[in-house]
C-alpha cells in the first residue's frame, strides 16, 4: 500500500517541482472570475450577511472540489458507520 501512495503521488510531485512556487499558487489557488458570482448574488437576500452568501455560491463555483469533498465525507461517514459495532 505505501508503494501504490507513493506511485500515486510522484508524478504531481515531480510536475510540481518544475514549476516556480509563485507560479503554482497563482494557477490553481483562484477560482476563474464570473464563476459562481451569479449565484451568490442569487443566494445573497438583504437579512443574510455577505460571508454567508459568499460559502453558500463556492460549491457553484467549484463543482468538482464540492463533489470530491461530498464524496469523502460520504465514505468516511460510511466507513465509521459500517465498522462500528
Do not use: K
Not at 60 to 85: H, N
Amino acid at each position: 500500500m505505501p508503494a501504490l501512495v507513493l506511485l500515486a503521488a510522484l508524478v504531481p510531485a515531480l510536475r510540481a517541482h518544475r514549476l516556480p512556487a509563485a507560479q503554482a499558487i497563482s494557477t490553481s489557488g483562484a477560482p476563474r472570475t464570473g464563476r459562481g458570482a451569479a449565484r451568490q448574488r442569487l443566494l445573497a437576500p438583504p437579512r443574510l450577511p455577505r460571508p454567508v452568501s459568499l460559502g453558500l455560491g463556492q460549491p457553484f463555483a467549484r463543482p468538482s472540489r464540492t463533489l470530491l469533498t461530498m464524496a469523502a465525507i460520504i465514505l468516511v461517514s460510511t466507513t465509521a458507520t459500517l465498522s462500528t459495532d
